[in-house]
């Protein structure tokens, strides 16, 4: 008998333990990312569009917000009143060195978005002002800005923004140590004006007497004030304003200085909670509390950087974040559930050069942010997010849902048809705002003018060992510019390139060196039909309906499931052996070449063979 008790309680001791294992956010896939790689050797979600909403020109300030501020980072989105809305908070050079601000853009469709706006001004700190820790004193210093956390929806709909003054001495010093100044608030009203600004949160040590703005009960507004009332009350937004409020603020319910909370409902009622590094827990009682400790989610990987998580949709769930010890690749991972995440996808595989350097400016695509729960459902009903690259220009991507790395069918998309625009959906497109892709005038047209970045159009289409593909490319100009052309497998390995070079030839990659097969004049169109065995690595080309030489492909690949349109070369700096901190600014940084070159893309039709 009393083996039998005993039976019994080591396997509900074991079912227990089982249990807790598996009731938790968790990665059970297989796939893993290669850093040596900007893309990780990821496959891609068919339909990613990566668009830039603001790029940095201290040269020129009036091409950017009127600052000329290269320190850009850690964006908030939502989406409001059929607008998507990004927050961003910017330093002068680097990152915590005043002076700070936050700044505004908005969008009516995630890819047309306005000159950024002044959301929170620099704030001059008050003269004689200590912190402690330090035995600095301010004298003519400006605060900088840190929040978690960008906007909020109110039941009645009022929308807020906000944001967080904090102090920084130097450039080693901590904006998110608790000795902060306080959390502004301002509303942002449907016609697109901006309340008054207010704190709605102080930190120890400060008050309506020696702060800038009042308090936020001292608004006429009666709206306005119930939903800071509204907000303040709800411990899962609150929860996000952890890291920059004192360390003893009973608002907050979790204290740990875990880093960048993010959060999502379960079907039952509980609330994933996820920080930085991976670090995850659950709450039963919707954020009212936590369990002891948060540990790291088993079998993510993901470093000091932001990982996001929400449901989708679809009624899915997603994980974005960068799956290394480096800030890229950019990543997402789905689950059915919300706990079990099965697979790893690629979203920006891009770096593009760090035009300025800076106090902790790291390389990639990074601290990304989502929709939180309440702050609007984009009409579209795709996944948008938002991050920095480099800490440097702000960007979007949205991602078609269900999410999918793979074209079940051949590509036939004709751009000279009606509703041509909607082909878009199914490409993958990186638009930098001085290198843009876009549908117009019957054509996908890329367009370049950025001496640091290219932009990029790719489209899958079934995994195939012999493929045919026949596209036609328009260069509008034949003595400058450059547009290579890949057929790639999942992993982004490149068999065959072909080159638009600038002295106007069209070429082919032949391992080292190049082939010129032909010249081509600026606007004349080119239909190319493009025949891949990749078994024996043998291509052949016909142009304009003159068949060229077989060719050999410059890397074996087992299959072949994706075209590349590229307006530059591909980029392997920075690698995993760079040194963090850049401390040079690049020559020109802020200036644009003197001609855009354009190519244009008519159709594009896949087939077997």
Not at 218 to 238: D, R
Not at 352 to 372: C, F, L
């Amino acid at each position: 008998m009393k083996l039998n008790r005993l039976y019994i309680i080591l396997s509900l001791a074991l079912a227990s333990s089982t249990l807790q294992a598996q009731d938790t956010v968790r990665y059970t896939g297989k796939t893993l990312v290669n850093a040596d790689y900007h893309h990780g050797q990821l496959s891609p979600v068919m339909g990613v569009h990566n668009i830039q909403t603001f790029r940095a020109n201290r040269e020129h300030p009036e091409l950017a917000e009127n600052f000329g501020w290269t320190y850009n980072h850690a964006p908030m989105l939502a989406y409001w009143n059929n607008k998507f809305y990004v927050e961003y908070l910017s330093d002068k050079v680097g990152e915590s060195i005043p002076p700070g601000q936050t700044f505004l853009q908005t969008s009516p469709d995630g890819y047309i978005w306005t000159k950024p706006d002044v959301i929170f001004p620099i704030y001059r700190i008050a003269d004689g002002t200590i912190k402690e820790g330090r035995t600095d004193v301010a004298k003519d210093l400006d605060a900088v800005m840190h929040q978690r956390m960008g906007f909020y929806v109110s039941t009645k709909n009022v929308f807020l923004v906000l944001g967080f003054y904090a102090i920084s001495f130097d450039a080693k010093d901590d904006p998110n140590d608790g000795h902060g100044i306080g959390r502004a608030v301002r509303e942002i009203q449907a016609d697109g004006k901006y309340g008054p600004i207010y704190f709605i949160h102080y930190n120890p040590g400060y008050t309506e007497k020696n702060t800038k703005y009042p308090y936020f009960t001292k608004s006429k507004n009666k709206a306005f004030v119930e939903a800071c009332k509204e907000l303040l009350s709800n411990k899962l937004m609150t929860q996000q304003w952890n890291e920059e409020a004192d360390r003893k603020d009973p608002l907050i319910t979790l204290q740990k200085q875990y880093k960048a909370f993010s959060y999502y409902h379960l079907p039952d009622g509980r609330v994933v909670g996820l920080w930085k590094n991976a670090l995850t827990a659950i709450s039963t009682d919707n954020g009212k509390s936590w369990p002891a400790s948060a540990f790291r989610a088993p079998g993510f990987v993901n470093s000091n950087a932001k990982i996001w998580g929400q449901k989708t949709a679809d009624g899915n769930y997603a994980t974005v974040y960068n799956p290394s010890e480096y800030r890229w690749p950019l990543a997402i991972s789905t689950s059915k559930n919300g706990l079990d995440y099965t697979n790893l996808l690629l979203i920006n595989g891009e770096i593009t050069p760090m035009r300025y350097g800076g106090n902790y400016k790291s390389y990639g695509p990074q601290y990304v942010r989502g929709i939180i729960e309440g702050n609007g459902k984009p009409a579209d009903g795709k996944l948008w997010v938002t991050y920095s690259m480099n800490k440097e220009d702000i960007w979007v991507s949205s991602v078609p849902l269900p999410v999918k790395d793979k074209a079940m069918e051949h590509v036939n998309d004709d751009f000279a048809k009606p509703a041509s625009t909607k082909l878009l959906e199914n490409w993958n497109v990186y638009s930098p705002l001085w290198a843009p892709v876009k549908v117009e005038d019957h054509a996908l047209i890329l367009k370049d003018k950025d001496p640091f970045d290219y932009a990029k159009a790719e489209r899958l289409f079934p995994a195939s060992k012999k493929i045919i593909t026949s596209f036609s490319v328009t260069p509008k100009q034949n003595d400058f510019g450059l547009l290579e052309i890949e057929l790639q497998d999942a992993k982004g390995t490149a068999s065959v390139r072909l080159t638009f070079d600038t002295a106007g030839n069209l070429s082919g990659k032949a391992g080292a060196r190049y082939k010129n097969f032909m010249k081509y004049e600026a606007g004349k169109s080119y239909d190319i039909k493009l025949k891949l065995d990749a078994h024996t690595r043998f291509y052949s080309l016909i142009v304009n309906g003159k068949e060229l030489s077989l060719n050999l492909a410059f890397q074996p690949v087992a299959d072949v499931s994706r075209i590349v349109f590229r307006t530059g070369e591909v980029r392997r700096f920075p690698n995993v052996d760079t040194p963090a901190d850049q401390t040079y600014d690049l020559k020109n940084a802020g200036e644009s070449e003197k001609k855009e070159a354009v190519y244009s893309i008519k159709y594009l039709k896949t087939e077997g063979f």
